[in-house]
Nanobody, 126 residues
């Protein structure tokens, strides 16, 4: 059974760092793109970053230069290194997977991702 499990969330002060992990289990070979999205209370799910198995990365303009997405050599875990965190980064962070290589605007649309983890909470205080 395919499954994604996020971890690494927590509470930090503004300017701090966190590293989120998204571990894939089950039919890992069917995953071509993994994306990180976030959702704050009362807001829509927002694209953060994505990475393909060919290592092509896409970032939201709001996180460029502060957040970095990467994956391990086995392509089983995707990481989101979050630096210089701001209160505006406070949200539940979800990873999602897609069977196709997604790039450009397609990578930013959560409807193109079919499998989701349970989420990990990130809280940044000022």
């Amino acid at each position: 059974q395919e499954k994604l499990v996020e971890s690494g969330g927590g509470a930090v002060q503004a300017g701090g760092s966190l590293k989120l992990s998204c571990a894939a289990a089950g039919a890992r070979s069917s995953i071509s793109t993994v994306g990180w999205f976030r959702q704050a209370p009362g807001k829509e799910r927002e694209f953060v970053a994505s990475i393909r198995t060919d290592s092509i990365k896409t970032y939201s303009d709001s996180v460029k230069g502060r957040l970095s997405i990467s994956q391990d050599n086995a392509r089983t875990t995707v990481y989101l290194q979050m630096n210089s965190l701001k209160p505006a980064d406070t949200a539940m962070y979800y990873c999602g997977s897609a069977r196709q290589w997604l790039g450009g605007t397609r990578a930013t649309d959560f409807r193109n991702f079919y499998l989701w983890g349970q989420g990990t909470q990130v809280t940044v205080s000022s």
